[in-house]
Nanobody, 119 residues
Framework: QVQLVESGGGLVQAGGSLRLSCTAS????????MGWFRQAPGKEREVVAH????????YYADSVKGRFTLSRDIPKNTVYLQMNSLKPEDTAVYYC????????????WGQGTQVTVSL
């Protein structure tokens, strides 16, 4: 059974940093793309960034480009989202997801972790 478990969320002041982790289990993810999404209250879920497990190619939404960085630890089956220069508008529940495809439909999702950025 595939599981994605996020951790690392919390409360931080504007300008601060957090690192989110997503540990995957239950299958081989070498051909997968791992994505981070977020959903703020009253808003639709949006993609934040994604990374190809094999090769490590990345994509970042314009809103986080230059502030957020993805990395992966293959032996640990873990993807990290380093978030710097956080802004109040980054406040949301952040979700990790995995897909074997190339589109925006993801097959597996984590339970989410709350990130709150205060002024």
């Amino acid at each position: 059974q595939v599981q994605l478990v996020e951790s690392g969320g919390g409360l931080v002041q504007a300008g601060g940093s957090l690192r989110l982790s997503c540990t995957a289990s239950g299958r081989t993810f070498s051909n997968y793309r791992m994505g981070w999404f977020r959903q703020a209250p009253g808003k639709e879920r949006e993609v934040v960034a994604h990374i190809r497990w094999s090769g490590g190619s990345t994509y970042y939404a314009d809103s986080v480009k230059g502030r957020f960085t993805l990395s992966r630890d293959i032996p640990k089956n873990t993807v990290y989202l380093q978030m710097n220069s956080l802004k109040p508008e980054d406040t949301a529940v952040y979700y990790c997801a995995a897909t074997a495809g190339t589109g925006w439909n993801y097959d597996y999702w984590g339970q989410g972790t709350q990130v709150t950025v205060s002024l």
